[in-house]
Each structure stands twice: as C-alpha cells, then as structure tokens.
C-alpha cells in the first residue's frame, strides 16, 4: 500500500499536522524565552498532547505495519490528551494572547489529528500503544528527575504536588505518588476506551 494514492495522500496530510505542530512550537519557545529573557525548562515540549511532534515523523518513514502502534497511539491516547484538556482550560492561557490562541488551537488539531487516524480503522494492538506510552512516562519522569521542581512533565513528577484537577484532591488523601499512579492508570483506562469505540465502529 505504500505507494498507493491513498497512502501518499496521508503521509502529505500527517505531514502538515507535523510542520504545524513542530514549526508553531520553535515560534512559541522563541516567544517564551524573549518574553522570559531566559529559556524556562517548565515550558519544554515534552507532555502528552507534544507527542506528535516526535511521534510523527516515525509514523511518516515507519511501514505501516511497523508503525501501527504509533499511529494506534495518536488515534487513542492523543485524542484523550486533546479532549481532556479541556476540562481545566487554566494550562491553556499565557500572558502572550498569541499563545493562547496557539495552545487552544494546538488542541483542537490534536483533536482533529485523532479522529483522522480514528477514520483511518487503525488495527493496532492496544498494548503496543500502551507500551509506547509507558516508555515516554518514564521518559517525562527523568526529565522531572533532572530538573527537580523546575519541570512537571506528563503532570506525574514525584518532586511536585499534583496540580492535575481531581487527582490534587486524591492527593490530599493518599499522598502525590498514589495519586500519580492513579493519574496514569486513568489515562490508560480512558485511552483504553476511546480504543475500543474506535475499533467497533
């Protein structure tokens, strides 16, 4: 199928969500760090709803087969990562109105990128998609381990309160690693369930 019309028509089309999500991210770390005067690691690209910037490309040059559980994970947990952000819109504001308008449309295109994998009828293993997104939570969680306190990557850093809505009350009770934990086990379950819809549909 590689070299189908069809296919070619989607790796132009997953390529425009890329230049989007890759280039309007240079501009807005510009922004931040002439506004800042420095370069603030807290607003390093590396959360949930930035995985298409690394993830893309790999879903662009990867055979379909082989690339199966990335496209699998954008159709799933990045769709979730898009919907759920707009349940506390306060991580969507900056002092910079052009930001703003960036991250809300950020989000909206995470969105749409979701639901155009979705229409793609991706057969990916879940577990494939899972364990993707496991290997990039360990990987957020170094990045939180090096900077301590300075970066809340993924929101589950062990070295800050969890600021996430819901699970900052659960915190209060079972302490930040449990909630944490939970926080995960969350996005697994609603990715989980966004996966399954997809595939009966």
Request: net charge positive.
């Amino acid at each position: 199928m590689n070299g189908t019309p069809e296919n070619r028509k989607e790796k132009r089309v997953l390529f425009l969500f890329w230049l989007f999500f890759a280039g309007s991210e240079i501009v807005k770390q510009i922004l931040l760090t002439s506004s800042k005067g420095f370069y603030d690691v807290w607003y390093f690209p590396f959360q949930l709803c930035s995985m298409p910037i690394y993830l893309l490309p790999f879903a662009l040059l990867l055979p379909e087969e082989k690339g199966r559980g990335i496209r699998g994970f954008l159709a799933d947990y990045s769709l979730l990562g898009g919907i759920m952000v707009f349940l506390d819109q306060s991580g969507l504001h900056y002092d910079l109105p052009i930001l703003t308008i960036h991250s809300y449309l950020w989000h909206i295109l995470l969105i749409v990128l979701g639901l155009y994998m979705r229409r793609k009828k991706i057969r990916s293993s879940f577990w494939e998609e899972t364990k993707i997104f496991l290997l990039l939570v360990l990987i957020a969680e170094f990045i939180n381990f090096l900077f301590k306190g300075m970066t809340n990557m993924f929101y589950v850093s062990l070295w800050m309160p969890m600021g996430q809505i819901v699970f900052r009350d659960i915190a209060v009770y079972t302490g930040d690693t449990i909630s944490v934990l939970l926080y995960v086990f969350s996005i697994i379950l609603g990715a989980f369930l966004l996966h399954k819809t997809g595939q009966s549909s």
